[in-house]
């Protein structure tokens, strides 16, 4: 019994921002690039249908109320798909919204259509709803891009923060072009 409630956990997963928040990218870097475009279609949620998780290998750690996918993990939610090399997941089957925290690693991809986030890791916390992007993280909708060390997404403030670190922030933006393929 609790091996299904972990894997109906793990089914419900990845990503629950809350539904309507706007999110958008602080600054003047925002024509046709904000993080509304990407991360208000790249979360997973109940109302949105069946999510499908697929990868090489699934642990369960029930001492540690842990879920650790390995190996060619592909999440996918309707036309959102999530892949990396490994997704962990903390739980409290006790919570109503049983994950605690997520964190997929290992050439992470998340897209939806024309709309991607991409970089070596993206975290989940539900406690602080943030989700953070890091290790040469990368936003793309259409031409648009913007990049740095460090993207965070703050999911109940609706606002991202994209820091330079040691380097700089990057953006290359197509004014007018928020439809995709339009560059």
Avoid: C, H
């Avoid at 790249?42 to 499908?52: H, K, N, Q, T, Y």
């Avoid at 001492?63 to 409290?92: C, E």
């Avoid at 703050?154 to 290359?172: H, P, T």
Wanted: aromatic share 4%.
């Amino acid at each position: 019994m609790r091996l299904a409630v972990l894997l109906v956990i793990a089914a419900l997963a990845w990503l629950a921002p809350p539904s309507g928040a706007p999110a958008r990218a602080e600054g003047s870097a925002t024509s046709g690039l904000g993080a509304r475009g990407v991360f208000e279609g790249l979360g997973f949620d109940r109302e949105g249908g069946p999510v499908s998780i697929k990868a090489d290998s699934l642990e369960v750690d029930y001492l540690s109320d842990r879920l650790t996918y390995r190996g060619n993990v592909v999440v996918r939610q309707n036309d959102v798909v999530l892949k990396s090399d490994r997704l962990d997941l903390v739980y409290k089957v006790e919570d109503r919204d049983p994950i605690v925290k997520a964190e997929a690693s290992g050439r992470v991809s998340i897209q939806k259509g024309a709309t991607k986030a991409v970089g070596g890791r993206a975290v989940y916390e539900r406690r602080t709803k943030t989700i953070v992007l890091s290790e040469d993280p990368m936003l793309q909708q259409g031409p648009n891009r913007i990049g740095g060390e460090k993207i965070k997404v703050y999911l109940a403030e609706g606002r991202s923060v994209v820091e330079g670190g040691r380097g700089r922030v990057r953006a290359v933006l197509y004014p007018g072009s928020e439809k995709a393929g339009e560059r």
